[in-house]
T-cell receptor, first 114, second 112 residues
Framework: NAGVTQTPKFRVLKTGQSMTLLCAQD?????MYWYRQDPGMGLRLIHY???????AKGEVPDGYNVSRLKKQNFLLGLESAAPSQTSVYFC?????????????FGPGTRLTVL | KQEVTQIPAALSVPEGENLVLNCSFT??????LQWFRQDPGKGLTSLLL?????REQTSGRLNASLDKSSGRSTLYIAASQPGDSATYLC???????????FGTGTRLKVLA
């Protein structure tokens, strides 16, 4: 049981390049989330998914797109990277969104945009 | 709009000391409040989850309390150890949104 995994762990992009971050979970969770963590800002929700084939915007969705084609995978795409997207990106998943259910986090992807 | 604040931003204590980390939130309409631990370069690990109907939760040397009326939660760590050194984050699940709002964390260093 690997939990939540993220690929890649590190990446350096030039402004304007595109990339996709992959999140995978093997816990059969319905809900998946993408956050970014910046110094002094805490974690902020980018997009989330309440099930296969569904996605929704979070607090800071601009510049990102997501897809949930398979229940176990949640992809985060940057179509045209900007320096403001330099951050650490965390994926999380949970079985439900009820008050008793915790979110399980991946190890993070550190992205630098030059 | 829910805002979550953690003070202090950093804290150093000698080994063996009992300590309290603070978390405050502006909207008391929450489903739950969670405390997480984050080690450098790592993801977040859930420590304790307190539902809105509960006052506290305990796990080993950790005790978290919740006072919705005052918009405050505390994480009490007993007999601190160097292995407790990490960043501790609290997050509030706000009613109606089902989304967590995170505080910026308290970076704890326990000195041997």
């Amino acid at each position: 049981n690997a939990g939540v995994t993220q690929t890649p762990k590190f990446r350096v992009l030039k402004t304007g390049q595109s990339m996709t971050l992959l999140c995978a979970q093997d816990m059969n969770h319905e809900y998946m989330y993408w956050y970014r963590q910046d110094p002094g800002m805490g974690l902020r929700l980018i997009h989330y998914s309440v099930g296969e084939g569904t996605t929704a915007k979070g607090e800071v969705p601009d510049g990102y797109n997501v897809s949930r084609l398979k229940k176990q995978n949640f992809l985060l795409g940057l179509e045209s990277a900007a320096p403001s997207q330099t951050s650490v990106y965390f994926c999380a998943s949970s079985y439900t969104e009820t008050s008793t259910d915790t979110q399980y986090f991946g190890p993070g992807t550190r992205l630098t945009v030059l | 709009k829910q805002e979550v604040t953690q003070i202090p931003a950093a804290l150093s204590v000698p080994e063996g000391e009992n300590l309290v980390l603070n978390c405050s939130f502006t909207d008391s309409a929450i489903y739950n409040l969670q405390w997480f631990r984050q080690d450098p370069g790592k993801g977040l690990t859930s420590l304790l989850l307190i539902q809105s109907s509960q006052r506290e939760q305990t796990s080993g040397r950790l005790n978290a309390s919740l006072d919705k009326s005052s918009g405050r939660s505390t994480l009490y760590i007993a007999a601190s150890q160097p292995g407790d050194s990490a960043t501790y984050l609290c997050a509030a699940l706000t009613s109606g949104t089902y989304k967590y709002i995170f505080g910026t964390g308290t970076r704890l260093k326990v000195l041997a």
